[in-house]
C-alpha cells in the first residue's frame, strides 16, 4: 500500500513542476487516505529535483565518449537547456520574459506581476525575445561550464533548492480559485527543507557553494512567500514558475563561477 501512496504522490507533483505527460500507474484511490498523499507529495518536491538533477548527470556521461572536449560541452550545454525547457514548458521562461516586457512598456507594477503569460507560445516583442535568447544563453553557457569543470553533481544542488522553493511557494492560496497549489502543513514545512538540505549537501558535491545557495534560496522563499500572502493575499502559478526558474539560474551561474574559480 505504501508504494500506491508513493506513485499517487510522484504523480500529483510531476504534474505540479512538469508539461510532460506524468507516468500512468495502476491506484486503488478509493483505499489511499488523501492527508497521507498530501503530506508525501511536500516531500517529492525535492526528491524531483534529485531526478532532475540524476538525469543531467546521465546525461553528462552519455555525451563523455564524443570526441573533442568543446563538442562535448557544446552538445551537453544545449541538449540540459533544451531538455529543461521541454519538461517544463518553459513556463518559468516565458513568466519572466513576460514580466520584463511588460514593465518596459510602463505597465503597473501588478500587471507586470499578474499579467505575464507563462504560455512560451504567446506573443513577444522583441524586448521578450531578446531576454528570452540572452537567458537562455547564460543558463546554457552554465551548463556547460559545469559540465567541463566536473562538477555535474550540481544540477542535484540546482532542482533539489528550486524545487524545494517552489514548494513552499504553492503552500499559497491561489488567486484563481483561493486554494492552496498543494495542502502544506507549517510542521511539515522545515521537515522538507531539512531534507532537501541533506540531499543537497550529501549528493551536491561542494559544501561551501551548497550553503550560499540554501541560504540564498531559503530567503528568496520566505521573502516572496510573506510578500504575497500579506500583499496581495495569494500568488499564481506562473509566480511560482518564475521564481523557481530565478532560483535555477542563480544557482546554475554561482556553481559554475565556482567551478571556473
Request: overall charge negative; aromatic content about 12%.
Amino acid at each position: 500500500m505504501f508504494i500506491q501512496y508513493l506513485m499517487k504522490a510522484f504523480s500529483l507533483t510531476w504534474g505540479l513542476l512538469w508539461e510532460v505527460p506524468a507516468p500512468q500507474f495502476k491506484l486503488h484511490e478509493s483505499k489511499l487516505d488523501h492527508v497521507i498523499v498530501n503530506r508525501l507529495v511536500l516531500i517529492m518536491f525535492p526528491i524531483l529535483g534529485l531526478l532532475a538533477g540524476t538525469v543531467l548527470i546521465l546525461l553528462g556521461h552519455l555525451v563523455a565518449p564524443i570526441p573533442g572536449r568543446y563538442a562535448e560541452t557544446v552538445l551537453f550545454a544545449a541538449f540540459a537547456m533544451i531538455l529543461v525547457e521541454v519538461f517544463s514548458g518553459a513556463r518559468g521562461l516565458s513568466y519572466i520574459s513576460s514580466c520584463l516586457e511588460l514593465y518596459t512598456q510602463k505597465n503597473e507594477t501588478a500587471k507586470c506581476i499578474f499579467g505575464a503569460s507563462t504560455d512560451i507560445h504567446s506573443e513577444r516583442g522583441p524586448v521578450g525575445l531578446v531576454f528570452i535568447f540572452i537567458l537562455l544563453l547564460v543558463r546554457a553557457v552554465c551548463f556547460g561550464l559545469i559540465l567541463r569543470g566536473g562538477g555535474s553533481s550540481w544540477f542535484i544542488v540546482v532542482f533539489v533548492l528550486s524545487y524545494t522553493v517552489q514548494f513552499q511557494l504553492a503552500g499559497l492560496n491561489s488567486l484563481v480559485d483561493n486554494e492552496p497549489f498543494v495542502k502544506s502543513d507549517p510542521n511539515m514545512e522545515w521537515l522538507v527543507w531539512l531534507f532537501a538540505v541533506l540531499l543537497v549537501l550529501w549528493l551536491g558535491g561542494y559544501v561551501v557553494p551548497a550553503l550560499v545557495a540554501v541560504v540564498i534560496s531559503v530567503i528568496v522563499a520566505a521573502g516572496v512567500k510573506r510578500l504575497m500572502d500579506q500583499v496581495f493575499e495569494g500568488t499564481t502559478a506562473g509566480i511560482i514558475s518564475g521564481i523557481g526558474y530565478i532560483i535555477e539560474t542563480l544557482i546554475l551561474i554561482i556553481g559554475a563561477a565556482a567551478l571556473e574559480g
